[in-house]
């Protein structure tokens, strides 16, 4: 009985543990170019390549709302599932964006929001 006990707390103390641990994303390496690559249906989009192959697509889907895929090796692929997309399909909006460049960062900016993104360690910002 007291073993089961022993047993029973150590596993709390293990899962506390867990739970309170931060969860990290694998690093995506450093900004090594960006370019413009419209979307199928003609709205703005970028590709973000890092100095160790990540991949991110950065999508306008409006003003006010964008889709960032990432993906290894260079590629982007599907959900790999039948769930539910998280973005339901819309039509194609005319969106008028920006894109700036400092050393630091580089901002898409529309009417509504700002996505920074930092150059070292590649990092994305989004401010409204």
């Not at 899962?15 to 900004?31: D, I, K, Y």
């Not at 039509?91 to 930092?118: M, N, W």
């Given at each position: ?5 022993r ?39 970028w ?82």
């Amino acid at each position: 009985m007291e073993s089961r006990f022993r047993r029973t707390g150590l596993m709390v103390a293990l899962l506390s543990a867990l739970a309170a641990a931060p969860a990290v994303a694998e690093p995506l390496g450093n900004l090594a170019r960006i370019s413009a690559a419209p979307g199928k249906d003609g709205s703005p989009g970028w590709d973000i390549r890092t100095d160790n192959g990540m991949l991110l697509r950065v999508d306008l889907l409006g003003e006010d709302m964008l889709r960032v895929q990432a993906g290894r090796n260079g590629t982007l692929s599907g959900a790999g599932d039948k769930a539910a997309p998280i973005v339901v399909p819309q039509p194609a909006t005319k969106v008028a964006a920006q894109l700036e460049e400092d050393a630091t960062e580089v901002r898409i900016r529309t009417a509504a929001l700002v996505l920074h993104i930092q150059r070292q360690p590649l990092r994305l910002a989004l401010d409204r």
